[in-house]
């Protein structure tokens, strides 16, 4: 008898833990994945799709890849 109200006491306190935990923000967990998932260079081409033409876009994407670089992490 002693043992099962061990367990339960166990269980309860799981199931209390469980339940007093914080879940994230889904749409913060959706843009964390979706950045663990951006290799360097979508990153890049995401930062530099703003700019005004063909010519800025690829001088952002060349200073963003160099920087990309310097961090060991490669376009």
């Known amino acids: 008898m002693k043992l099962q109200i061990?367990?339960?006491a166990i269980f309860l306190f799981v199931f209390v833990q469980i339940q007093a935990t914080p879940v994230a923000n889904p749409n913060e967990w959706e843009d964390m994945v979706s950045r663990n998932k951006r290799s360097p260079y979508q990153e890049c081409a995401q930062e530099c799709e703003q700019r005004i033409n063909a010519v800025i876009i690829a001088q952002c994407m060349r200073a963003c890849c160099a920087n990309?670089?310097?961090n060991k992490r490669y376009c």
């Open 68 to 70: 990309m670089w310097e």
């Open 6 to 8: 061990i367990l339960l």
